[in-house]
């Protein structure tokens, strides 16, 4: 065949659409679960991930798992954690279950359930902008990637995180904070200040000539309550490890200026003095260990691996502002461990412990050793009949439509910093409030019928910001994935839309694999709890963020 004619073949394989019976775009943790429950319900089911790997944050450097109750965790996310346990021979010490795990340890599990449900799966595919989506009323028809390839579908999932099917579907979406009265939540909007994660010493915030430290933001704050389209703080969760011989030393980004963190050397200052020593390096970025030497690393503290107030443009960015977003997230983080590592500033004994650690040699080797996943705590959200709230975590915790629960703090990241009206820094936005663990109910997935009937949302679902801070989580995200492959399965079986799929047939399903849909705390667990306080070390001064 003459070249050209061979280019044309290539070309009209590439645009010639492909039909399945669901289309899962994104390969979350909930995206994931949501193709594997669909596949295993008969579903034709093609999994498009724009990247070249699947899990999302599960196995994008979350690895300390953040399971809040962990009786509240069944059907395939619960399999996916006994999954990882095998590799890990847990049984051998009765404990089955691996809460904590190397990414590529997760990775591969996920990949093998993939394979076995027979899910197809399709890497590099990322959603065409602007005009992704083919529509037909309230009928998604197909969509269209970067590459020109086309899919059909009878239903789809939007299970990224940054919902771009749903919002080229143009259903209602919103991002950002609702007023504290929006939905009557007394956690809502921008917060008066907060003990956690905050500066505990006066730091000074101003440069010589009177402006802002970098880092620093600049703008008007907000009152109490008020509604802002702020966006909590994202980072990269680090997979650092302590044993040499796997260790590779904290990079140099390539725009490092030491003066970025000019704000991060004063506070290290002010904290020696005020702590009469030198500050850890845990005090400073949260170490959770997980197998082989290795551990999880998070923000902690005032100043540290959050680049915050720097994402505001990511949730309705385009793709070369997510990217641009993306890498200086990237170039901030790797900044911050580079400065604590080598500046001379950094008291010396914590400089030697930052030093004990680095990035790990079998960890993310095609993206230099570096998490292939920015932590996207939260982006856009669906707008739909049903938000949930924070009532719906605290006091209204049944649901009708039940299809798992969630448990986890209502947890939000610093949002800003700024400076304050005594020319000291100050972080807003930090939320930590306990929950009663809770129902979820299957409407959050499901945009309004008016707008879509053949879209379900098991990751930017519909919840406010008080609310998603707590229902976020990775495990969360896989048992609500779970119900929408189920769900996805029994539209299609019935053609209907899935805004009318039988609830009580879909949580007889969930429930025969092994859904939780209610909380019951052992006596066992009240004796352990006491237990723990007898024997625990005392607790730290101010606790640390998990997530």
Known sequence: MKPLLLLAAISSTLMAQTSYDLIVYGGTAGGVMTAISGARHGLKTLLLEPGQHVGGMATGGLSRTDVGKRDVLGGLALEFYYRVGERYQMRRYNVPVAWFYEPRIGESVLREMLAEAGVTVHYGHRLREQSGVLKSGTTIREITTENGARFAAKVFADATYEGDLMAQAKVSYTFGRESSAQYNESLGGVRDRTPLHQFLVDVNALGPDGKPLPEVGSGPVGKPGEADQRIQAYNFRVIATNVPANRIAWPKPANYSPARYELLARLLDALTKAKGRPPVFHE????????????????????????????????????????????????????????????????????????????????????????????????????????LTQKDLQTDLTKPDVIGMGSYNSDSHNLQRFVNAKGFAENEGDMQVPVTPYQIPFRIVLPRKAEATNLLVPVCFAASHVAYSSARMEPQYMIIGHAAGVAAAMAIRNNQPVQEVAIPQLQQTLKSEGAVFNYQRSPQQDSLDLLRKRFAPAPPARSNHEL
């Open 284 to 387: 400073l970025t949260l170490i959770a260990n997980i197998p082989n030497g290795k551990a999880d690393f998070n923000n902690n503290g005032a100043f540290s691996s959050d680049y915050i107030g720097k994402n505001y443009a990511y949730p309705n960015g385009d793709y070369a502002t997510r990217a641009r977003i993306w890498q200086e997230h990237i170039e901030y983080q790797q900044g911050f461990y580079y400065f604590l590592a080598n500046d001379p500033r950094v008291p010396p004994t914590l400089q030697q412990e930052v030093r004990e650690w680095g990035l790990p040699k079998d960890e993310y080797e095609d993206t230099g050793h570096w998490p292939h996943q920015l932590y996207v705590r939260e982006a856009r959200r669906l707008v739909s009949d049903f938000v």
